[in-house]
């Protein structure tokens, strides 16, 4: 199981470099999830990554890291349902509006964040 944790790390660290070089097919991305009822797409996305994390958890090297992001996946996919899509959308409005070079220390992160995920599986 720590596997499937190690290739979900490798394909944020993917999604996060793309993101940095190319912050505005992130807007687009973001634009795409607004539309409708899509952003319930990307709560039950995060829903299932939790799930996974959680059940993976066990088996991976530093247990509390990939513990606490399954926990803070629950978190961010029941919000999205908690929150509903108006003030979703102007959370996601708020990412849009923010300079190229925000975006880009937040890819960063996200990078880190990968990283330590593959690290820690």
Do not use: H
Not at 13 to 41: A, H, N, S
Request: glycine share 6%; aromatic share 18%.
């Amino acid at each position: 199981m720590n596997i499937v944790i190690r290739i979900i790390g490798i394909v944020f660290v993917f999604i996060t470099i793309v993101y940095f070089l190319k912050p505005d097919i992130m807007k687009r991305l973001m634009e795409f999830f607004k539309q409708g009822r899509r952003m319930y797409f990307a709560a039950l996305i995060r829903l299932v990554l939790a799930v996974v994390f959680l059940l993976a958890a066990g088996q991976c090297r530093y247990f509390w890291v990939i513990f606490a992001f399954g926990v803070l996946f629950i978190i961010s996919g029941l919000l999205i349902f908690i929150l509903g899509p108006e003030k979703v959308k102007s959370y996601i409005n708020w990412w849009q509006r923010q300079p190229l070079i925000f975006l880009r220390v937040m890819a960063l992160i996200g990078l880190a964040i990968g990283a330590l995920v593959i690290y820690s599986a």
